[in-house]
């Protein structure tokens, strides 16, 4: 059974920094893997899909790296900014998780001024 | 493009009532996902519609039914709530069939909250 964690649970940290977000998967067998973003009491943004055989995805100041054989990936935020305060998930997709996303149990981030 | 669009946007029942929740997809998405957010659970995977057939079910009771229609929309169906149903239900659409590869886009969300 696919298990996905995240750590930290909950990161605060002021503007302008650079920050990690870690995810780690225990079924290497995966299609792709998703970061969303969650606005409270909203549905999800996709942010990036780093597909089974990349190793990065980039999209402006976020940059995430996927290491499928030892079942982990970062999410690397450049300049943080209080609009990025929010719930970050990782999801992985396929192996035995045929046809559903398995979510990790996400990190809370907020940036203040 | 409209995105994937639930409704309604909360509901509210009591206990042993039914729930009825709905979901479009986006336009040429044939695939749907239904997802349940209940609170300190985490997103679990509920069901997943492709071409009008179940493609796979999480672990949930059978009280948690669907369907898809023709047009590819979605229905998700509670039975008999119970307090713990109360949650956020998500829904997602990608391009389905066997594109394993597809971003899941997904939906604003339907709160539901049992009495």
């Known amino acids: 059974k696919q298990e996905v964690t995240q750590i930290p649970a909950a990161l605060s940290v002021p503007e302008g920094e650079n920050l990690v977000l870690n995810c780690s998967f225990t079924?290497?067998?995966?299609?792709?893997l998703q970061w969303f973003r969650q606005d409270p009491g909203k549905g999800l943004t996709s942010l990036l899909l780093i597909q089974s055989s990349q190793r990065e995805q980039t999209s402006g100041r976020l940059n995430a790296s996927l290491d499928k054989s030892s079942g982990r990936s970062t999410l690397y935020i450049a300049a943080s900014q209080p609009g990025d305060s929010a719930t970050y998930l990782c999801a992985v997709y396929g192996g035995t998780s045929y046809g559903k996303l398995t979510f990790g149990q996400g990190t809370i981030l907020t940036v203040h001024p | 493009e409209a995105g994937v669009t639930q409704s309604p946007t909360h509901l509210i029942k009591t206990r042993g009532q039914q729930a009825t929740l709905r979901c479009s997809p986006i336009?040429?998405?044939?695939?749907v996902y239904w997802y349940q957010q209940a609170l300190g659970l985490g997103l679990q995977f509920l069901l997943w519609y492709d071409e009008g057939e179940e493609r796979n079910r999480g672990n949930f009771p059978p009280r948690f039914s669907g369907r898809q229609f023709p047009n590819y929309s979605s229905e998700l169906n509670v039975n008999a709530l119970e307090l713990e149903d109360s949650a956020l239900y998500l829904c997602?659409?990608?391009?389905?069939?066997?594109?394993?590869?597809?971003?899941?886009?997904f939906g604003p969300g339907t709160r539901l909250l049992v009495l």
């Open positions: 079924d290497s067998a995966i299609y792709n």
């Open positions: 336009s040429g998405h044939t695939s």
């Open positions: 997602a659409s990608s391009l389905g069939g066997v594109s394993y590869q597809e971003t899941q886009y």
